[in-house]
Structure formats: C-alpha cells, structure tokens
Nanobody, 115 residues
Framework: QVQLVESGGGLVQAGGSLRLSCAAS????????MRWYRQPPGNERELLAA???????AYADSVKGRFTISRDNATNTVDLQCNSLKPEDSAVYYC?????????WGQGTQVTVSS
C-alpha cells in the first residue's frame, strides 16, 4: 500500500510559478512510474507528466516547456515545478504512483491561476 500526499497548491497570478510536491509513504525506488495529473471542474483527469524509475520524463503538450517533474529517491518525493502559469492551468492536481499492477492516488491539491 502506497499513500501519497500532495502539497504546494494555492492561488497565483498568471505568469507566476508554483512548486507542487508529492510525498510517498514508501521508498519510491520500487515504484515504476510517478505521474502528475490534473482535473479542472467538469472535465476529465488529464495526464501532465510522468517520471519512470529509469529513463526520461514525458510531458503533455499542454505543459511541455513550462512544467518540470523531478523525482527525489532520497526523500521519496516527486515534485512538479509549474512555471508561466495560465488561467487554464487552474485545476485540482493529483499525484499518481504505479507499482507493478497497482495504481495509487493522492487526495489532490488545488491550483488557481488568476488572470
């Protein structure tokens, strides 16, 4: 069982930055994929960024060049640095972990970008 806790959300003006953090209850060395998703009100959950245990990160076109996912095996955290934020980035942001055939989710953190 993996528990994930997100933090770092809040209210920011357009063009600003936020750093979201996801803390795992276990060593993330055993976790195959760590991912960040977001879900705006009334919309489906969207995959934003993925960081495998080995290999390169991948990003959705909507955030490529603005968001960066990083994985710290020493502290068991996965961060999402969000730069050049736009009002359309407003959503609840979720951390997701894939370990073998299991998928785990955090409770989410709200990001609101004002114009």
């Amino acid at each position: 069982q993996v528990q994930l806790v997100e933090s770092g959300g809040g209210l920011v003006q357009a063009g600003g930055s936020l750093r979201l953090s996801c803390a795992a209850s276990v060593s993330i060395l055993s976790i195959d994929f760590m991912r960040w998703y977001r879900q705006p009100p009334g919309n489906e959950r969207e995959l934003l960024a993925a960081r495998p245990s080995m290999g390169s990160s991948a990003y959705a076109d909507s955030v490529k060049g603005r968001f960066t996912i990083s994985r710290d095996n020493a502290t068991n955290t996965v961060d999402l640095q969000c730069n050049s934020l736009k009002p359309e980035d407003s959503a609840v942001y979720y951390c997701n972990a894939i370990e073998e055939r299991y998928s785990y989710w955090g409770q989410g953190t709200q990001v609101t970008v004002s114009s």
